[in-house]
């Protein structure tokens, strides 16, 4: 797949899609990899695989047409981490049996994979959730 540096901004919908991620107030498990750079043909160069995923409570999603970037706030433990996705060119969804899957690609050609989850509704661990979650991811 090649990459169009100069393909247009996500449009309205998806503002609309990633603001109603969190609307309906259910406590989901987020987590965010980078997945892999699209080079172009004929580079030698290589870049795949996945980077090391943490995972945390996600508390907001959104994206924001006029900076053009997807803004991701997840917490864990007491921390609080901020992900931004600047210049989102493509965005997929995947729907699975408990478990989204976005890929996000940007201007630059790099995927990101976002993850969410629904928590259970038992007393299990965040950690405890974490370690288990990762099965599926």
Not at 58 to 72: A, F, G, T
Request: proline share 5%; net charge positive.
């Amino acid at each position: 797949m090649r990459t169009r540096p100069n393909a247009p901004a996500l449009d309205d919908r998806w503002s609309e899609y990633f603001d109603s991620i969190t609307a309906d107030g259910h406590r989901l498990w987020v987590t965010v990899s980078l997945a892999a750079v699209s080079l172009p043909r004929g580079s030698t160069a290589s870049i795949g695989g996945r980077a090391s995923r943490q995972g945390g409570l996600l508390v907001s999603v959104r994206y924001d047409q006029d900076r053009d970037e997807i803004d991701l706030l997840a917490q864990r433990n007491r921390y609080s981490v901020h992900y931004f996705l600047r210049a989102p060119r493509v965005v997929a969804v995947e729907e699975r049996p408990g478990v989204r899957l976005i890929r996000v690609r940007d201007a630059s050609g790099v995927w990101t994979e976002i993850t969410l989850a629904p928590l259970p509704s038992d007393e299990l661990s965040l950690a405890a959730y974490a370690r288990r979650f990762s099965e599926f991811a």
